[in-house]
């Protein structure tokens, strides 16, 4: 940024000031040399509360001798390899002194991001925060201030994806405030961060006085995120993991990860919550019943409608299952022939590859695809009274539901099925009911009118 004039910032903030001249090494943007480098902090302990010195640059006499220690704050950050040194890298800090110190260190795995949680354990001070960085360190920086960290950081723009803006960390999470806090929840995937699960959910506990806090885990490896961080690592933290949404592509993994299951499940082959019961994982599906919810929202009836379900993952399952429970009759659709065929004889119902599927016949149509910014079927020739439901959401509306509603048709969008799946979600896991209006009043503030972002889970 260049320096800024401290007392245009005094004008608009009444906190605290910290400068902060993060190297390249270390993630930033600067590259001068030390001599520019020492410089410049001199010149900013003049006008800020804080400064940042580097534990690997600034712990040099010239910068020591000038600036006091509570104007110190010291930080390290280093990588997953380096975990084991974190309490050798803190000595070194805290002999030479300071107001805060930070250290963090850049995972590639969220199991990783237990190591700096378990170090803020141990060090038990206040005055040091710790967590994970990158995609799947995200969950450790939202946890660290419940187990002692005075700070916890945020971005105002938005442009980088693993880190929350300052409003996410407001609005999804309660910040600044520390509520009481003694279990877990949180949603499993591979493209979660920007969910507004953890928004809805984290509201309702609020407003219901439930002691929990639900993270996003960004996880490629269920097993490993399983065994290290949700069977383990989070209750050796003091703060064990009740519950999660599961969403793709795990929601398989989820099911073999239970020892028992839901009919709608068991049969469709896919779970999107786990739930703990006692010692055990209990595995369930939302999908079903919140289709079943979102369509009874309209005044449509679906029994005895032909219906064409568009994908053929663990919510394409789900819904058929639940359309069929419903009176309607459901045929799948999906690109890949071989494993559409398979799931159809499995589920017992028709299939019709993507390629060759045509609506008309049909008047309601379910497309459970994360694809969102084309419609990937044919839509011209179905009924002018046929629905069509979207389950996939996104910060504006979907090209299917745009469509959809070109056409005059019928439509709930993949924000209605996410009120109503969280609804499920909500009563799965604590055995209460979300507060619906409110719910509906935050992921109403989350969408936008253009189609201006990638799909969220």
Same mark, same amino acid.
């Given at each position: ?140 920086? /939202?946890?660290? @201030?419940? !187990?002692?960290? +005075? ?6 723009? %938005?442009?980088?994806? *693993? #880190? ?43 407003? /219901?006085?439930? @002691?929990? !806090?639900?993270? +996003? ?6 097993? %490993?995120?399983?065994? *290290? #961080? ?43 919550? /786990? ?183």
């Amino acid at each position: 940024m260049g320096e800024v004039d401290t007392s245009w910032l005094r004008d608009r903030f009444d906190g605290c000031l910290v400068y902060c001249l993060r190297s390249r090494e270390h993630g930033g943007a600067f590259e001068g040399s030390s001599q520019q480098r020492c410089a410049r902090l001199l010149a900013a302990s003049e006008h800020y509360d804080v400064v940042d010195l580097e534990a690997e640059h600034d712990l040099v006499p010239e910068l020591l001798e000038r600036i006091p220690v509570t104007q110190r704050r010291i930080s390290w950050h280093g990588t997953a390899a380096e975990h084991g040194l974190l309490h050798q890298h803190f000595d070194r800090m805290a002999a030479v002194g300071a107001g805060l110190y930070v250290l963090t260190t850049a995972v590639s795995r969220p199991e990783q991001a237990l190591a700096p949680l378990r170090f803020l354990g141990e060090i038990g001070r206040p005055d040091v925060t710790a967590f994970g960085t990158g995609a799947a360190g995200f969950w450790s920086r /939202l946890l660290a @201030p419940w !187990l002692g960290a +005075p700070v916890v950081f945020g971005g105002l723009d %938005g442009n980088d994806a *693993e #880190v929350p803006t300052v409003d996410q960390l407001v609005a999804d999470y309660g910040f600044p405030r520390l509520r009481p806090l003694s279990t877990v929840y949180g949603i499993v995937g591979r493209s979660v961060l920007a969910s507004v699960s953890p928004r809805a959910h984290n509201a309702g506990y609020r407003a /219901l006085g439930i @002691p929990a !806090l639900y993270l +996003p885990f960004q996880v490629e490896d269920f097993g %490993g995120f399983w065994r *290290e #961080v949700a069977e383990s690592g989070l209750t050796e933290l003091g703060l064990p993991l009740r519950a999660a949404t599961v969403v793709a592509p795990h929601k398989e993994s989820a099911l073999a990860t239970a020892r028992t299951a839901s009919p709608a499940a068991d049969s469709s082959g896919s779970a999107n919550s /786990l739930v703990r019961r006692g010692k055990t994982w209990h595995a369930d599906t939302s999908n079903s019943p919140a289709i079943s919810r979102a369509l009874a929202s309209i005044d449509a009836p679906v029994s005895g409608r032909k219906a064409a379900v568009i994908g053929c993952g663990g919510a394409g399952r789900a819904a058929a299952l639940a359309l069929a429970d419903c009176g309607a009759d459901p045929v799948l659709v999906n690109r890949d022939h071989h494993r559409g065929r398979s799931v159809a004889e499995t589920l017992g119902f028709e299939f019709i590859p993507l390629d060759e599927f045509r609506a008309d016949g049909f008047s309601l149509l379910v497309h459970a695809t994360p694809v969102t910014e084309r419609v990937p079927f044919h839509m011209d020739d179905l009924a002018d009274d046929a629905v069509v439901v979207d389950m996939v959401y996104a910060p504006g509306e979907t090209a299917v539901s745009s469509a959809a509603r070109e056409r005059g048709l019928t439509v709930v969008d993949g924000w209605d099925v996410l009120l109503a799946d969280a609804s499920c979600q909500f009563h799965f896991m604590t055995g209460q009911h979300i507060p619906t209006e409110q719910t509906r009043a935050l992921l109403k503030s989350g969408r936008k009118s253009p189609r201006d972002g990638s799909p969220r889970c």
